[in-house]
């Protein structure tokens, strides 16, 4: 066995070779990428969709019960002054968009008996008209990220005493 045979065999690979196989890499890495940044830009969208919607809901689940079981309800300065009676007590709840927790978002407050809650986030806008007597339109828009969603419902009041609705 000669000498010149065994390293005759092993050639090894050119640069040509590396390079060639660097940049097929590289492409298929940059398709690869772009699937996984796109996936990620949809997720975030469906989320932030889904935030906006829960937060509608939920806002105008609540505030739709509460005109509804409502003996009286004024909208004055920005805020839904709901009262209703049960059967020991008559309260009055407030319903106003307030920055309380300083996250830089408008949340839905409820305030009952003195004590403020959140009721849902990222709300920009909440307004209130009597459309008729006892018919009330509730009117929300909220925003997350850059998605915008609005909501709107009639709402009837069911315990209103007819004409002690200023």
């Given at each position: 066995m000669?000498?010149?045979?065994?390293?005759?065999?092993?050639?090894?690979?050119?640069?040509?070779e590396i390079i060639l196989s660097l940049v097929i890499l590289g492409i298929i890495?940059?398709?690869?990428?772009?699937?996984?940044?796109?996936?990620?830009?949809?997720?975030?969208?469906?989320?932030?969709s889904s935030e906006i919607n829960y937060s509608l809901l939920r806002a105008g689940e609540v505030l739709t019960s509460a005109v509804?079981?409502?003996?009286?309800?004024v909208w004055q300065n920005n805020t839904l002054i709901v009262t209703y009676k049960t059967v020991q007590n008559k309260y009055t709840d407030y319903y106003y968009l307030a920055d309380k927790d300083f996250d830089g978002k408008l949340d839905l407050y409820r305030e009952h008996l003195g004590v403020p809650n959140p009721i849902a986030s990222a709300l920009i806008n909440f307004d209130c008209r009597e459309v008729s007597p006892g018919l009330w339109a509730i009117k929300?828009?909220?925003?997350?990220?850059?998605?915008?969603?609005?909501?709107?419902r009639y709402v009837r009041q069911k315990c209103q005493r007819w004409g002690q609705n200023p």
């Open positions: 000669k000498m010149s045979n065994i390293f005759s065999v092993d050639k090894g690979l050119t640069l040509l890495a940059g398709i690869v990428l772009q699937f996984f940044v796109s996936q990620y830009r949809l997720v975030q969208n469906v989320a932030a509804n079981v409502s003996e009286r309800v929300l828009e909220a925003c997350y990220g850059k998605q915008n969603a609005e909501w709107e």
